[in-house]
């Protein structure tokens, strides 16, 4: 397949588990390519949160804690935003929602 139109060919260097190694290789095209692998079609609301995180990880150098998105969240989804976060990333904050925006897997945390 040629690698123009390859879309795996636009993705950096991942660990066994197909976390990002380098998190400033992501960009949004590869958050495509990473949503499909988790079967996940991105919304306005996936990418809400998404450049949410990015923007934390810019700023702290660190994956956001799943709190913080949430505290996000509710701004447009109030008490309900908890419950929105884990729909729209239905096997888990780190297994998915890390995973899509370029994150390491945070080793101190669950996959849940």
């Known amino acids: 397949m040629n690698p123009m139109t390859d879309p795996l060919a636009v993705l950096p260097e991942r660990d066994a588990e197909g976390y990002l190694v380098e998190p400033g290789d992501w960009n949004e095209d590869v958050a495509r390519v990473l949503a499909r692998e988790e079967q996940i079609?991105?919304?306005?609301?996936?990418?809400?949160?998404?450049?949410?995180?990015?923007?934390?990880?810019?700023?702290h150098q660190i994956a956001a804690d799943a709190r913080f998105v949430i505290r996000?969240?509710?701004?447009?989804?109030?008490?309900?935003?908890?419950?929105?976060l884990f729909e729209l990333f239905p096997y888990g904050y780190v297994k998915q929602a890390c995973k899509i925006a370029g994150m390491k897997r945070p080793r101190a945390w669950s996959t849940g």
Do not use: C, V
């Open 72 to 84: 996000h969240l509710s701004e447009r989804f109030g008490r309900d935003a908890q419950k929105k």
């Open 41 to 59: 079609a991105l919304t306005d609301d996936h990418w809400d949160a998404i450049r949410f995180m990015r923007d934390y990880y810019d700023e």
